[in-house]
């Protein structure tokens, strides 16, 4: 299953998509989006989503890989 947010999109703005969307479910919408890409093998895809994921639970991520 495709993600709803696929394609080009930059951080601030998938966090807005998701909040509006699922409002205080976002954080679990996101960690879904990443599990799914994960699972998919869509590593550029996971990673974008774990670090949106990071972002909603407040956890400092630094540059290099999780």
């Known amino acids: ?3 709803i947010f ?3 999109f930059d ?3 998938a966090i807005e998509a998701a ?3 699922y409002g205080v ?3 679990a919408a996101v960690a879904h989006c990443a599990l799914e890409a994960y699972v ?3 590593e550029a895809d996971h990673e974008s ?3 949106i994921f990071a972002h909603l639970k407040g956890i ?3 540059d290099s890989k999780h």
Request: net charge neutral; proline share 4%; hydrophobic share 35%.
């Open 1 to 3: 299953m495709k993600s």
């Open 6 to 8: 696929a394609g080009n």
């Open 11 to 13: 951080q601030e703005s």
């Open 19 to 21: 909040v509006e969307l």
């Open 25 to 27: 479910d976002a954080t």
């Open 40 to 42: 998919d093998r869509r």
């Open 49 to 51: 989503w774990f670090r």
């Open 60 to 62: 400092p991520l630094s």
